[in-house]
């Protein structure tokens, strides 16, 4: 069986972090993507779709403190379904993103309106949801910082380097 998600979407508020009963931090991210088609009428129909993503452990805390509205993601995770009970007793059921890995795509000083660009990279956040990188001093991180705003990061899509856009067909 499989149970596979993998989007990349904006963020359409910024993260709710919470807590459990255990201390275990959970962020809650509302991610849109979306997709475009033309009709049989010839008219161009823009469709927003909506997702709710769980983050779990430090990956939780990373999402509440580096990403904002606006911000670009990647999400991978499975579709959960949760069962709960509304102020009347009525089930109701949600169906949301359980993120195995969360990574920030955009680059310092694009994406949240409401923050300042982030200061971090936002690497994989891990399999096991938590993670990420290792903890720095902070002259390693300010290094860090300065080797990225240094690194050329080269062409945008393989084809770029390669002179593949050359080939005839």
């Known amino acids: 069986m499989l149970n596979k998600v993998m989007i990349i979407g904006r963020l359409g508020r910024d993260p709710e972090l919470r ?3 255990s201390g275990s931090p959970v962020a809650t991210l509302n991610v849109a993507t979306d997709e ?15 997702h709710r993503v769980s983050v779990f452990q430090r990956a939780a805390e990373n999402c509440a403190h ?19 009970q509304d102020q009347q007793g009525q089930d109701r059921y949600t169906t949301e993103i359980k993120a195995q ?5 955009d680059r310092r000083g694009e994406g ?4 300042p660009g982030p200061s971090y990279d936002g690497p994989d956040m891990g ?8 903890r720095r001093s902070a002259p390693q991180q300010a290094a860090r910082r300065q080797q ?20 005839p067909f």
Not at 101 to 105: A, D, E
Not at 127 to 134: M, V
Not at 156 to 167: H, L, N, R, T
Request: zero cysteines.
């Open 112 to 115: 949240s309106a409401s923050r």
């Open 36 to 50: 475009s088609y033309t009709d049989r009428d010839g008219n161009k129909v823009e469709r927003t779709e909506w």
């Open 66 to 84: 580096f990403l904002g509205k606006g911000s670009l993601v990647y999400v991978e995770g499975s579709l959960q379904t949760r069962k709960w």
């Open 101 to 105: 890995r969360v990574q920030f795509l």
């Open 19 to 21: 807590y459990t009963q």
């Open 148 to 167: 990225s705003r240094d690194e050329d990061l080269g062409p945008a899509f393989p084809s770029e380097a390669s002179g593949m856009d050359e080939v």
């Open 127 to 134: 399999s096991e949801g938590g993670g990420g990188a290792p």
